[in-house]
């Protein structure tokens, strides 16, 4: 189903994508000012489509677009706000704006720019987890191709400071800074109704990706376990992610305590995994069954894995070499 109505002023709509996910789920929050849009899609022609029929089956005109809200920049939902911006402005409407955390908005600047384009930051990157060559080929090309269809990018960007309140739809939330799944990663919270949209947080279905990048900020798994902690004190009711059905009562605190648990048997298996001084990539087959991986996957597979081996060097359950390619060795006797 592509609309799901959540609460009478929520709508849930089911946008499609072209990877093994299928859906990224986005928000559409009615409000007397008009409709804020959270989470847009990458740019392809199902995903427009979708966007145009849930309009059009919800009555709304892409002129009473309001708002643009982005949990984070990954290209999921990231990638059509720009289109958003500009079908409203087509349609007669004002120039709405994209909202989102200045360390969001820097990432976006950067990483799906066509002229700062970082290959050869990326390539060097590839190279010290000791991905072989072709392989780091073909990630940097399926890189290139998710890039352009995070195009147009939105002009402007306007600025969400974690904690101080924003209008959504009519209903005032909470942003609170989640980093970890993203640097920048905002949730937003409304305690009267017990009401958290947590982007890519925490999901359902799937546990959501923790990875170390060459221009990420450090200790992305430290920081994403503590934001979970930190998201665990929050009293929801309905929490609407990202990807898979919305958690309702006690679902989304069973949920972060399951993650949390993943998390810390995958550091028991990544010291496991270090039975010699090992590269990334051999770890990351050591931990995940390549061959039923596509290249994107194990894109994430290594950049996984380099996450959980950084959090065991903090803590001093591992040590690294750093040569031309990074080695990690177990402290383990
Ligand atoms: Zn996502």
């Known amino acids: 189903m592509l609309i799901n109505p959540v609460t009478p002023d929520i709508f849930q709509i089911q946008i499609p994508l072209p990877f093994a996910l299928r859906i990224v789920n986005c928000y559409l929050v009615r409000g007397d000012a008009g409709w804020t849009v959270v989470d847009s899609g990458l740019n392809t022609s199902k995903a427009r489509a979708a966007w145009q029929e849930a309009f059009a089956e919800l009555g709304i005109r892409p002129r009473e677009i309001e708002q643009i809200i982005l949990t984070h920049i990954h290209p999921d939902h990231y990638g059509l706000a720009g289109w958003l911006v500009e079908w409203c402005v087509a349609d007669g409407g004002q120039l709405p704006p994209v909202r989102l955390s200045a360390r969001e908005a820097e990432i976006a600047a950067r990483f799906w720019s066509r002229d700062v384009w970082q290959q050869p930051t990326y390539t060097a990157f590839w190279q010290q987890c000791a991905v072989p060559t072709d392989l780091a080929q073909a990630i940097l090309e399926t890189t290139e191709q998710t890039r352009q269809r995070t195009y147009p990018h939105p002009t402007t960007h306007d600025i969400i400071e974690p904690g101080v309140p924003i209008r959504l739809g009519n209903r005032i939330m909470q942003p609170l800074l989640m980093p970890g799944h993203s640097d920048g990663q905002l949730v937003f919270y409304n305690a009267a109704d017990r009401l958290l949209l ?10 959501p990706n923790i990875s170390l990048w060459p221009d990420g900020e450090a200790n992305p ?11 665990a004190r929050l009293d929801v009711r309905l929490a609407l992610p990202g990807h898979g059905p919305v958690m309702v009562d006690g679902e989304l605190h069973g949920r972060i305590t399951q993650i949390a648990h993943h998390h810390h048997e995958r550091l028991a298996q990544t010291e496991a995994a270090l039975p010699q001084p090992s590269t990334v990539y051999e770890v990351s087959q050591r931990l995940f069954n390549h061959a039923s991986l596509s290249v994107h996957e194990m894109r994430f597979a290594a950049t996984e894995t380099l996450a959980h081996l950084d959090y065991l060097v903090r803590h001093g359950r591992a040590r690294r070499h750093e040569e031309a390619v990074w080695w990690f060795e177990g402290n383990r006797p």
Do not use: K, M
Not at 198 to 207: A, E, Q, S
């Open 221 to 231: 798994l430290g920081r994403y376990l503590a934001s979970l902690d930190e998201l």
């Open 198 to 207: 947590c982007g890519d947080h925490v999901l359902p279905t799937i546990t």
